[in-house]
């Protein structure tokens, strides 16, 4: 094919198709509107940019619907064109649209503006009661939260979380609710924090109802800075756990899988890097909210003890 009939082939072909010709399948639950997560046996991978794009959460592989085909396949540029070309009628699953959302068309407004829109997170609203009756968070630390301004109530029962640069700048905000998960558009993943910034102790965990769900079963240290990256690796997310860590005691608090275990090892690196101490900490479930509900329903037979693992 000429280099016109391959920009053909890369626009009519979604890497959603490549990986559903090749046995994977579509975790409707983790996937959202801008991501879509693909699953066969351990493996993952993440499609993104309407799917024309792709990545693989577990390592750095990434790429076009091509590097996609090469990958799986082990095979070379040329053949993948091929190969790609005769997926041209293969249906790919529809986008993760949850319901009651509307998908916004056109460029979003400022960042800062539509956060100052939002609410305040209270009690009594769907955010609330979503947070405290589904997701098991305490009100105290709820109120803390809202006072703090790092929680706003999204639409349809979703709650944002706010998420900073180093001069407490607003970037972006996680999207959280019911049926929904996700990223603010046009926003930049850096880290949510809850506590002192400065902090001599920096837990980071993977989504912001972990940070949370953590800081209630240590029952918020004074110590410690609660922080998420959103699920997100992005350079900013780097740099910003490099300056929050800098002087402290890294914490890796991801989740109990493997893609937990890959975000531990490279904050490991960053703690290697920059000189400070490192621990990794595990939840007993999957992740440190279901450890909180766990908690919730077990009340004091509850095991307190964390599992700690250091270097």
Not at 7 to 27: H, I, M, N
Not at 167 to 183: A, D, N, S
Not at 200 to 213: G, N
Not at 245 to 272: H, K, N, S
């Amino acid at each position: 094919m000429d280099r016109q009939q391959i920009e053909l082939v890369r626009s009519k072909v979604s890497c959603a198709s490549v990986l559903v010709a090749a046995g994977f399948l579509l975790d409707k639950q983790e996937s959202t509107r801008r991501a879509l997560k693909f699953r066969r046996g351990g493996e993952i991978v993440i499609v993104t940019h309407d799917g024309a794009g792709w990545f693989d959460p577990l390592s750095d592989n990434k790429g076009d619907v091509f590097a996609l085909a090469c990958l799986l396949d082990r095979i070379p540029f040329n053949v993948s064109v091929e190969r790609v070309g005769g997926l041209a009628g293969v249906d790919c699953p529809p986008g993760f649209s949850p319901p009651g959302l509307r998908i916004r068309r056109g460029a979003p407004s400022p960042l800062i503006e539509r956060w100052d829109g939002r609410p305040a997170l209270v009690l009594n609203s769907a955010a609330g009661r979503y947070l405290h009756h589904e997701r098991a968070l305490p009100p105290v630390l709820l109120n803390v939260a809202a006072r703090a301004d790092v929680v706003r109530q999204g639409p349809y029962g979703s709650t944002w979380f706010r998420h900073e640069d180093g001069k407490g700048g607003l970037t972006g905000w996680e999207e959280r609710g019911p049926t929904w998960r996700g990223f603010s558009s046009g926003g930049t993943k850096t880290l949510y924090r809850f506590g002192k910034p400065t902090s001599p102790r920096v837990c980071i965990t993977e989504a912001a109802i972990d940070a949370l769900s953590l800081a209630a079963i240590e029952r918020q240290r004074v110590d410690t800075l609660y922080a998420s990256t959103g699920g997100g690796w992005s350079p900013s997310t780097v740099e910003a756990i490099k300056a929050t860590a800098a002087g402290a005691m890294l914490v890796a608090a991801t989740d109990a899988d493997p893609q937990g275990e890959v975000y531990a090892d490279r904050l490991r690196q960053i703690a290697d890097r920059a000189g400070c101490d490192f621990i990794r900490l595990l939840p007993r479930a999957a992740d440190w909210n279901e450890d909180l509900q766990r908690k919730r329903e077990w009340g004091s037979a509850f095991p307190s003890d964390r599992q700690t693992l250091r270097r």
